[in-house]
C-alpha cells in the first residue's frame, strides 16, 4: 500500500535550534507539497515541487525556512533558527500533476 | 481568485442521521473538486473526487458528493452517519496551472452523538 513517509511524526525542539522534517513521496509521484496546519490560519501551503524543481514556495518565510529535494524519494524541510511561532503540524502530500495528493501523517513541531 | 467556502464550522448529528457538509467555490474554468476527510491526530484522507463526467461522485465510506455548477457547490453527503465518521472534512478545488495547486477550505467539524 503505497503511501508518503514524514519523519519523525513528533518533533519538540527549543527556540533557536535547526529543525529538520523529512517526507517520502509515494514512488513516481512528480509534484510534493508542504503544507503548515494551525488552529488559527488551517492548511497553508509553504512550498510546491514538479520534477523535484521548486515552483512556488512564496508561502515559506524564505528568512528561516528552506525546502528542498536532492532526490526523487526525499523532501526536506528545515527552520533555522526555529520559533515558538512555528509550532504546527506539517504535512507532506505528492501526487500527479492533475490529480489528487496523498498526504503522510505529518510532523507535529512543538517550539519552546 | 480562486477560493473555497465551507460555511459550517461545526455540525452535530446523531449517530444514523443523515449528513450533509456544504462547500461553494470560485474558480474560472471548470474545476477540479475533492473532499478529504481528517481524523485526529492523522493526514488528509480522500473520501471522493469529482474531475467530469456524472455530477454525482461516490466515495468511500459510504459517502458522495453532488457537483452543481449553477450553484458553484460539492456538498459532501452520507445518508446514514456511523461515530467513526468524527472527524474534520475540507473540501479543495485543484488549481493546476497556478501557483497553489490546491485551495482548501477551512474545514467543518463533526461530531457524532449516539
Known amino acids: 500500500d503505497a503511501r508518503v513517509t514524514q519523519t519523525p511524526r513528533h518533533k519538540v525542539t527549543e527556540m533557536g535550534q535547526e529543525v529538520t522534517m523529512r517526507c517520502q513521496p509515494i514512488?513516481?509521484?512528480?509534484?510534493v507539497f508542504w503544507y503548515r496546519q494551525t488552529m488559527m490560519q488551517g492548511l497553508e501551503l509553504l512550498a510546491y515541487?514538479?520534477?523535484?524543481?521548486?515552483?512556488?514556495d512564496s508561502g515559506m518565510p524564505k528568512d528561516r525556512f528552506s525546502a528542498e529535494m536532492p532526490d526523487a524519494t526525499l523532501a526536506t524541510l528545515k527552520i533555522q533558527p526555529s520559533e515558538p511561532r512555528d509550532s504546527a503540524v506539517y504535512f507532506c502530500?505528492?501526487?500527479?500533476?492533475?490529480?489528487?495528493?496523498?498526504f503522510g501523517q505529518g510532523t507535529r513541531l512543538t517550539v519552546v | 481568485a480562486q477560493s473555497v467556502t465551507q460555511p459550517d464550522i461545526h455540525i452535530t448529528v446523531s449517530e444514523g442521521a443523515s449528513l450533509e457538509l456544504r462547500c461553494n467555490y470560485s474558480?474560472?474554468?471548470?474545476?477540479?473538486l475533492f473532499w478529504y476527510v481528517q481524523s485526529p491526530g492523522q493526514g488528509l484522507q480522500l473520501l471522493l473526487k469529482?474531475?467530469?463526467?456524472d455530477t454525482l461522485v461516490q466515495g468511500i465510506k459510504g459517502f458522495e458528493a453532488e457537483f452543481k455548477r449553477s450553484q458553484s457547490s460539492f456538498n459532501l453527503r452520507k445518508p446514514s452517519v456511523h461515530w467513526s465518521d468524527a472527524a474534520e472534512y475540507f473540501c479543495?478545488?485543484?488549481?493546476w496551472g497556478t501557483g497553489n495547486q490546491f485551495y482548501f477550505g477551512t474545514g467543518t467539524s463533526l461530531t457524532v452523538i449516539p
Open positions: 502530500a505528492s501526487g500527479l500533476e492533475g490529480t489528487e495528493a496523498f
Open positions: 514512488l513516481g509521484h512528480n509534484t
Open positions: 515541487f514538479r520534477n523535484r524543481a521548486p515552483l512556488d
Open positions: 474558480y474560472g474554468a471548470t474545476p477540479y
Open positions: 469529482y474531475f467530469s463526467g
Open positions: 479543495a478545488v485543484g488549481a
